[in-house]
């Protein structure tokens, strides 16, 4: 499975934007780019996925540049409450890949207040 | 939230025991996964199933079986519980339809003594 590199941990200031970066150079064309996040060792919790295009929910926007080769993960107004660990992962359209997750080691995001 | 539920939550067992942990769902969802997640680490995938009676092996599937019956339930055995299986085990299931999230159940905290 194609790889992703994230930054160990960032802060980010209660109110303000954060944003999380992952590289992703060796991005297959039909893998879609996933970001999940885990509070407090309970499950992980989605948040938001694309393929090529920009996406935005209640939670989160996702921005992928051009290439495809990274992305960039934005809670627009982040509050102690998210505070976790965030991970970016590849997951392939295909049949033969069953939905399977590889999780890295993730980026453990501060908020402060 | 998704309907899926761990069973235990929290267990202690022997060295040498035979373990069985229980992920039920009520979301008809074709795929189920069995993770485990150590200090410092993120998720790794035990086993998976992809149907009834259809699994197979993930990246760290040594010490490990599984079995799925019927779509709702997919188990988790350790035959022979050894220290090393100390762990939190996270189920995840995910609809058959490609791009679509999984979900996570809340994890079993597992301590082999």
């Known amino acids: 499975d194609a790889k992703t590199t994230q930054p160990p941990s960032m802060d980010c200031a209660e109110g303000r934007a954060a944003n999380l970066p992952c590289n992703h150079s060796?991005?297959?064309?039909?893998?879609?780019v996933y970001w999940y996040r885990q509070i407090h060792s309970q499950g992980p919790q989605y948040i938001i996925h694309?393929?090529?295009n920009n996406e935005t929910n209640e939670m989160a926007s996702l921005i992928i540049t051009e290439d495809r080769k990274s992305s960039t993960l934005i809670l627009p107004h982040a509050t102690l409450r998210d505070t976790a660990v965030y991970y970016c992962?590849?997951?392939?359209?295909?049949?033969?890949?069953?939905?399977?997750?590889?999780f890295g080691q993730g980026t453990i995001l501060t908020v402060h207040p | 939230d998704a309907g899926i539920t761990q069973s235990p939550r929290h267990k202690v067992t022997e060295t040498g025991t035979p373990v069985t942990l229980r992920c039920h769902q009520t979301?008809?969802?074709?795929?189920m996964y069995w993770y485990r997640q150590d200090p410092g680490h993120g998720l790794r995938l035990i086993h998976y199933?992809?149907?009834?009676?259809?699994?197979d092996k993930g990246e760290v599937s040594d010490g490990y079986s599984v079995s799925r019956s019927k779509t709702e339930d997919f188990l988790l055995t350790l035959e022979s519980a050894t220290s090393s299986q100390t762990s939190v085990y996270f189920c995840?299931?995910?609809?058959?339809?490609?791009?679509?999230?999984?979900?996570f159940g809340q994890g079993t905290r597992l301590t082999v003594v």
């Open positions: 995840a299931i995910r609809d058959q339809t490609m791009n679509t999230e999984a979900f």
């Open positions: 060796t991005i297959s064309g039909n893998e879609y």
């Open positions: 694309g393929l090529k």
């Open positions: 992962i590849l997951m392939g359209a295909g049949g033969t890949s069953y939905g399977k997750l590889t």
């Open positions: 979301e008809n969802h074709r795929y």
């Open positions: 199933s992809y149907g009834v009676k259809d699994t």
